[in-house]
């Protein structure tokens, strides 16, 4: 096998993944759940990009991830029923003014859970540095505290989110189903993943994040500061997990304190599948979870995260190091 | 004769005499006396989760304080204890001792199976991915035994009658002014296996597949270059570990005699778990009593805490939702501790006693 082709097979499995249900499902159907997979996917991704990113560089075990997510989820909540009190944009029929009241919902949540993170970070995580066995104490118990904070501050029962109007219901594209919201988040996903990874591969500060992952003393001896870049990777992974929250919380149309502990452990079997600290194994791994569970959701409802787990066994059997090497 | 010989048989001459014999002597009494001491059954429910959870610490502590591998999941294997005793209980309807016992070696059996299945295709890579894969399992088979209707009764759970001289309702008759109930029967088998369990599991973290295991929580490499092939013995630890949280999940459903995702399977026990391992000191066995008793012992009184409370500050919502969140509290101190005593009581008392000694 010589080397591109070698490359390329990551590839290749999710291809005959995607492709191989066409044998039990019907085309219009096989359209619609992929579109759905493909969402699910990106939502994935969206969480355990951050968490593999934190992992990668900072060689933290950050099992407060999904607290984090939760809070993203509360924060644009309250955000966007704020300013949909304010101006009513998220009722309104334009479909731009339901982009902007939705994108400012997802940065303000972004923002105020990257400052959470900051916090985090410089106050449980930094005495902790080196001894995976104190960092997980302490994260568990950083989880701990941050969700039964969102109790104490929003209450302990589920509530429903809001979504903007036009982001309801589906079209109709020759007789297949395409629902909206879906679809959005597929494009806002990828945006954001080409983003994370231009900035990580076409700027200084992604050179050095890069370097940082390979051998931290070396980037500390060329004058950088290394805790500075802890701390900002640690921000941008929980700004990614806040908007991974309040997207995925308005694709289930619901919150709930505890939303985070169900959604880390498929975060953390993308992140293991597609390679700790690779934001492409992130997005790829992301997929093969979203599609394969879709897939088999459809077909065996009962074995739908008997795949996933089983997804997780086949590639730590084959590539223990997940599919993508770090820092790509 | 070589050192560590001549430290053996140092330590088997003053086994008798120590000061820590006595204070084990007399814990074991108070837990054998404690139906005589207590008549109320709250304080007997208690005393036996004590039991029930020191010894599941203790198992969990010899992966995590003995081994130095983290497991998320080991409360996966106390869960198939509790199912495996339900189902056959319960669902199955075989109320007879054999069955019992087959319940509990079954569960014994799938649950090494799974540890060592588990342990080697995930201890092989870093350790670290044991957690998460540990996790995830765990969470897996939560999920799972909440949608198996059929089976494991689904979020509503089983609960069963049990064998005989086990059964709520049977009586033995009265001694030293005690009515023999089938609960206090089961209390004493429990205490019994239990004691088994601790003596077996001190027995193995001191036998030469101990020292190994604690060779490799304090530098794996030089176990390594020693030759010693350090993930099986890893591996090992983890089976015989879950092996008695397997057991362990089976005495519990015995006493409470309804299994449920919630009460036998959950994250919650999970975290219940870490810290008491933390309250009570990693690599201590005798750690786990401690951390068990303190956590289970607060929890018990909480809820009198919390009438007390919002007696004293009736009209205030933010006060009474601040008590009413005691895991919030408990999430501090898994932090404050993790700092400031990271050896636990029974690791710090050792340290401050070890100090004294030297001086």
Known sequence: MNLKWKRWFPMLIVFAIFLSPLLGINPKTYITITISGLAMGMLLFLVSSGFSLIFGFLSVLNLAHGALFAWGAYIGFTSFNLINQWTGWGGSNSIFLNFIIFLLALIISGLLVALLGIITERSVIRPVYGSHLFQIFITVGAMIVMEELIRIIWGPNDEVMPVPIKFMGSWDVFDVVVSKYPLIAIVIGFILYLVIFMILRKTKIGTIVRAGVENPEMVQVMGHNIYRYFTGVFAAGSALAAIGGGMWATFVKSIHPAMGGEVIVFALIVAIIGGLGSITGSVVGALLVGLSYNYVAYLIPKAALGITMLLLVIILSIRPTGLFPEGT | ?359
Not at chain 2, 89 to 117: E, N, P, Q, R, W
Request: net charge positive.
């Open chain 2, 1 to 359: 004769m070589n050192p560590v010989q001549l430290f053996h048989l140092e330590e088997r001459k003053n086994r008798f005499r120590s000061p820590s014999f006595f204070f084990r002597i007399l814990l074991l009494a108070f837990f054998v006396f404690t139906p005589f001491m207590f008549r109320s059954f709250e304080v007997l429910d208690v005393i036996l989760k004590i039991i029930i959870f020191s010894v599941l610490v203790a198992s969990y502590d010899v992966i995590l304080g003995y081994t130095g591998i983290v497991s998320l999941g080991h409360v996966l294997y106390f869960g198939i204890g509790s199912y495996f005793v339900g189902i056959f209980m319960g669902k199955l309807g075989l109320t007879s001792y054999g069955h019992l016992a087959l319940a509990f070696l079954i569960a014994i059996l799938i649950s090494g199976v799974l540890s060592v299945l588990i342990g080697l295709f995930s201890l092989r890579i870093r350790a670290i991915f044991f957690a998460m894969v540990t996790l995830a399992f765990m969470e897996f088979t939560f999920i799972l035994s909440s949608q198996l209707r059929s089976i494991t009764g689904g979020d509503d759970g089983i609960s069963f009658k049990l064998p005989g001289i086990l059964a709520i309702d049977f009586s033995y008759g009265k001694f030293l002014g005690i009515e023999f109930t089938g609960r206090l029967i089961s209390y004493y088998l429990i205490l019994l296996l239990s004691l088994i369990l601790f003596l077996l599991m001190l027995r193995f973290v001191h036998s030469p597949v101990g020292r190994v295991l604690q060779s490799i929580r304090d530098n794996e490499q030089r176990s390594t270059a020693l030759g010693y092939r350090t993930y099986l013995f890893q591996v090992i630890a983890s089976s015989f570990a879950s092996c008695v949280a397997a057991v362990m999940g089976g005495c519990f459903v015995i006493w409470v005699r309804y299994v449920s995702p919630d009460s036998s399977l959950s994250v919650s026990i999970m975290l219940d778990v870490l810290l008491m391992v933390i309250v009570g000191g990693m690599g201590t066995l005798y750690g786990s009593i401690f951390g068990a008793a303190f956590l289970m012992v607060t929890r018990a009184f909480l809820p009198k805490l919390q009438v007390i409370i919002a007696s004293l500050l009736p009209g205030i919502p933010l006060a009474i939702r601040l008590s009413e969140r005691w895991l919030f509290y408990f999430g501090l101190l898994f932090i404050v501790i993790v700092y400031f005593f990271p050896k636990g009581i029974v690791g710090t008392a050792q340290e401050i006693f070890a100090r004294r000694k030297s001086n």
